[in-house]
C-alpha cells in the first residue's frame, strides 16, 4: 500500500497541520485470541490509512477480523485471550500500541470515538440517556453534572432527538432504535473527536430509519472534518457513503479501491463474487452467483492465499504462496491510485 | 378447487365453505379431510387470507387485570397466494409481518378474520382435520441458531415431524427419508448424527428447510429466512430455495426486510405498515411502478450497491419513526410520515384497492394500493 514517509510521522499540533500526514495509520497489525481449541488469527497484517474528512469503508463477513481490528484502534481488546504480536497503530503519527494506559484513556473517546452496532446493549439501561450523555463532559473536562447535563441537551437536539429537554431523563427502553442509535452518535460526537468508528452502526434498523441515521452521520462528519472509519458487510451501505473501501478476508485485507473503481471492476475473485452474489434492486436477475463454500475456521487458515478453496480461478500458487497486496495498474501500465488486489491472478480478474 | 370455491371471486368477497355444525361434526370433519388432501391446479389459489386481525391485549393491575388497550399487529389484511408462487411480503420492524407468518401457522388465535386453505377456514378447523392442514404449512424460521435444539442430533430435528405424523414415513424408513432430504438441501447425508453446534449458519438454515420439506408441505412459510446469514451464504439458501420450490411444487410466502432480496425470489409483492397492507402486486409493478408513498420512500431508501445510481436516484428521507401499533393514527396510518398528507387522510381509511385513476388502464400502475392520492413513481431507477 501507500508506503508513508518518514517526515509525515512527525506528530503535528491539534488543528492546522492537519492536511499532512494521515490521520490514522495502521500497519502490519496482527491480532491473535489464544483459545482451547487452538491459537485463532483474527488479524494477520492489516495495513490502512485515514485523513481527515475521508470515509474508509471496511468491508467483510462475520470473521473476516473487521470489527477486531476495530477494537485495536479502540484499546478494547479483551487481553487476554486476545494478543497483539507485532504492528502499529499510529494516531497522528504517535504508536498508540507503546503508549500508557493513562495516554490512551486520553485519546479514548476525545480523540477517537467508536459507534457501536447494538444501541441497547451498548448503552446502560440503569443510566438516563442525559447521565450517559453527560458523563463524557464530567469524566474528560470537570464539568459540573448542571453544566453536563445541559451539554447533552444541546448534543441530543443536535442528533435532532425531539423534545429532547423533557427526555433527557429517559431510560434506553424507551427510545426507539433509530432514536438510541442517535444517542449513540451524539454521545461518539460529544467530544468532537477527530476520528470515529462506527461498526455496523445501521445493521439493526430498517431501511427508512438507516437512510436517516446514515445521513445524520455524514453530515457531522462534514461538518466536523473527522475521518470516519465504516465497518459493515452490507455492499450498499458502503456504495452511498465511503471515499475508498478495504475488503477483508480472514483477517487480511484482499483489496482496496476508491468506491467507483470498486464497483466497476473488481480487482480480486471474493469482491468479483461478493458483488455478483447479492440480488439487486433494479433488476431482476437469473440464479443469483453464490459463492462457494463457508469462510475458514480462523483457527486453520488455508495455506497460501486463504480464498483459495472457495476460489474459481485458484491454481497450484494460490496453494502455496500468500499473495501480497499488489499495486493494481491500467492495462497499458499506468497505476491506479489507491488500488490494490491480493490475487496473484488480480490481472486477469480485472482485465481479462 | 373450483368446484369447492365456486368460480373465480373477487378479492373481498368470502370463499364459500360448509359450515360446521355441531350435528354433522364428524361428516363434516372427513369431508374438510378430503378437501384439504386433493391437489390445486398451477396458479390456483392454495391459501386466501380475509380480513384477518390480530390484537394483543394491554392489560393492568395483577389481581383485578383489566384490558386498557391493544396492540393492533394486524389489523384487518386480505390477500391470497397461489399455489406454485412466492409471495413476498415486506415492511419494517413492528408493522406486522411476522405475526402474519404466526396466525397462518395458527400459531397464534386470530382475534378477527378468515384464512381459506383449499376453501377450508383453517382458524375453525379442528381434530384430524386441522392436523392435515399442519402438515401442509410449514415454516422456515429467522434464526438457524435458535430454531434448533442444541440437544437433538440433525437427524432427530429433520425426523421429528414424522414423529407427530406417523403416516407420512413408515418408522424402519425414516433414516433414509432424513438422509435424502440432507441430500436435497445440499448437505452430506452422513451428518445424521451430528448436532447443530457442529454447523455453520448457512448449514444451519439449510436443516431447518430440511425440517419443513420432511412431511413434503404445499406451503412454505419463510420468516427471514436469510437475514442472519452472511452476504456469500445469502445467495447459496435463496439458490437452493428456488431450486426446492420448482422440484417440490411448493408455494412460498417469505417474509423479509431486504427489499433486494424480496424483489428476487418473489413473483408478487405485499407492502405492509403498521399492521396494515399499503400495496400489493407482480414485483414489476411494485419495485418499478409504485403508487403508494410509503412503498416509494421503503424502495428509495435502500441504498444500492452502485456509487454511480446513487448521484442520479432520488431519495425520500422519511421523518420519525413507525408509530406505535398501540396507538395508530387515525385515517390512514402512514399520514404522519407522509409527504402528501391533507385532511381527508387523517378522517378516512384508504381502501386497499386499485386507485381510481388508474381503474381500466392498461398500465402497471394499475394494481392495488391504499392512498387516497395515488401516484406513480419510479424511485429505483437512476434518472
Known amino acids: 500500500m501507500t508506503i508513508i514517509d518518514k517526515t509525515m510521522s512527525v506528530p503535528g499540533p491539534r488543528g492546522g497541520s492537519e492536511s499532512d500526514g494521515p490521520l490514522l495509520e495502521v500497519r502490519d497489525l496482527h491480532v491473535e485470541f489464544h483459545t482451547r481449541d487452538g491459537v485463532a488469527k483474527a488479524v494477520n497484517g492489516v495495513n490502512y490509512t485515514v485523513d481527515a474528512g475521508e470515509t474508509l469503508a471496511v468491508l467483510g463477513e462475520s470473521g473476516s477480523g473487521k470489527s477486531v481490528t476495530a477494537q485495536a484502534i479502540m484499546g478494547i481488546l479483551d487481553m487476554p485471550p486476545g494478543r497483539i504480536p507485532q504492528g502499529e497503530i499510529r494516531f497522528r503519527g504517535e504508536d498508540m500500541l507503546t503508549m500508557s494506559n493513562e495516554e490512551r484513556r486520553k485519546i479514548r473517546g476525545q480523540k477517537i470515538a467508536m459507534i457501536f452496532q447494538d444501541a441497547l446493549s451498548a448503552l446502560n439501561p440503569v443510566l438516563s440517556v442525559g447521565y450517559q450523555l453527560g458523563e463524557m463532559f464530567r469524566v474528560h473536562q470537570g464539568m459540573s453534572k448542571k453544566q453536563a447535563k445541559a451539554k447533552a441537551i444541546e448534543l441530543m437536539d443536535r442528533v435532532r432527538i425531539p423534545a429532547a429537554k423533557e427526555r433527557v431523563n429517559d431510560y434506553p427502553h424507551q427510545f426507539s432504535g433509530g432514536m438510541r442509535q442517535r444517542i449513540m452518535i451524539a454521545m461518539a460526537m460529544a467530544l468532537e473527536p477527530d476520528l470515529i468508528i462506527a461498526d455496523e452502526p445501521t445493521t439493526a434498523l430498517d431501511v427508512t430509519v438507516q437512510a436517516q441515521v446514515m445521513d445524520l452521520l455524514a453530515e457531522l462528519q462534514q461538518e466536523f472534518n473527522m475521518g470516519l472509519i465504516l465497518i459493515t458487510h452490507d455492499l450498499g451501505v458502503v456504495a452511498d457513503v465511503a471515499d475508498k473501501i478495504a475488503v477483508m478476508y480472514a483477517g487480511r485485507i484482499v483489496e482496496t479501491a476508491p468506491v467507483h473503481e470498486l464497483y466497476k471492476r473488481p480487482a480480486h475473485p471474493y469482491t468479483r463474487g461478493l458483488l455478483d452474489s447479492i440480488p439487486r434492486l433494479d433488476q431482476k436477475g437469473q440464479e443469483l452467483y453464490a459463492i462457494k463454500g463457508l469462510p475458514p475456521n480462523l483457527t486453520r487458515i488455508p495455506g497460501g492465499c486463504a480464498f483459495n478453496p472457495r476460489c474459481p480461478k485458484a491454481e497450484d500458487i494460490c496453494r502455496t504462496d500468500v499473495p501480497v497486496l499488489h499495486q493494481v495498474s491500467e492495462q497499458g501500465g499506468g497505476e491506479i491510485a489507491g488500488r490494490g488486489s491480493a490475487c496473484h491472478f488480480w490481472k486477469e480478474t480485472i482485465h481479462g | ?383
Open chain 2, 1 to 383: 378447487m373450483a368446484e369447492l370455491n365456486k368460480g373465480d371471486e373477487p378479492m373481498d368477497a368470502t370463499p364459500n365453505v360448509s359450515e360446521v355444525d355441531a350435528s354433522g361434526a364428524a361428516a363434516t370433519e372427513s369431508a374438510a379431510v378430503e378437501a384439504i388432501e386433493a391437489p390445486v391446479e398451477r396458479g390456483e389459489p392454495i391459501l386466501q387470507v380475509r380480513n384477518l386481525v390480530k390484537h394483543f391485549p394491554l392489560t393492568q393491575g395483577i389481581v383485578l387485570k383489566r384490558q386498557i388497550g391493544a396492540v393492533k399487529a394486524v389489523d384487518g389484511i386480505s390477500f391470497d397466494l397461489y399455489q406454485g408462487e412466492t409471495l413476498g411480503i415486506v415492511g419494517e420492524s413492528g408493522c406486522g409481518k411476522s405475526t402474519v407468518a404466526k396466525l397462518l401457522m395458527l400459531l397464534e388465535k386470530a382475534t378477527a378474520g378468515e384464512v381459506y386453505y383449499k376453501g377450508q377456514d383453517i382458524t375453525r378447523l379442528s381434530g384430524r382435520a386441522l392436523k392435515a392442514v399442519r402438515r401442509n404449512i410449514q415454516m422456515v424460521f429467522q434464526d438457524p441458531y435458535t430454531s434448533l435444539n442444541p440437544r437433538m442430533t440433525v437427524g432427530d430435528i429433520i425426523g421429528e415431524p414424522y414423529e407427530i405424523h406417523p403416516e407420512a414415513a413408515p418408522k424402519g424408513d425414516r433414516r433414509r427419508k432424513v438422509q435424502d432430504l440432507l441430500d436435497v438441501v445440499g448437505l452430506n447425508p452422513e451428518y445424521i448424527n451430528r448436532y447443530p453446534h457442529q454447523f455453520s449458519g448457512g448449514q444451519r438454515q439449510r436443516i431447518g428447510i430440511a425440517r419443513g420439506l420432511a412431511l413434503n408441505p404445499e406451503i412454505i412459510i419463510c420468516d427471514e429466512p436469510v437475514s442472519a446469514l452472511d452476504v456469500s451464504v445469502q445467495a447459496q439458501v435463496i439458490n437452493l430455495m428456488e431450486k426446492l420450490q420448482d422440484e417440490f411444487n411448493l408455494s412460498y410466502l417469505f417474509i423479509a426486510h431486504d427489499l433486494s432480496i424480496v424483489r428476487h425470489i418473489s413473483d408478487r409483492v405485499g407492502v405492509m405498515y403498521l399492521g396494515k397492507m399499503a400495496e400489493i402486486g407482480t414485483d414489476q409493478q411494485i419495485y418499478d411502478h409504485p403508487t403508494h408513498p410509503y412503498t416509494q420512500a421503503l424502495l428509495s431508501a435502500v441504498p444500492v450497491p452502485d456509487p454511480e445510481a446513487r448521484e442520479g436516484r432520488e431519495r425520500i428521507i422519511l421523518t420519525g419513526d413507525v408509530p406505535s401499533p398501540a396507538n395508530p393514527p387515525s385515517g390512514c396510518r402512514f399520514r404522519t410520515r407522509c409527504w402528501k398528507a391533507q385532511d381527508k387522510c387523517s378522517t378516512e381509511v384508504p381502501l386497499l384497492a386499485v386507485p381510481e385513476r388508474f381503474k381500466g388502464a392498461d398500465t402497471p400502475a394499475a394494481h392495488e394500493s391504499a392512498c387516497h392520492f395515488a401516484e406513480e413513481k419510479d424511485v429505483v431507477h437512476a434518472a
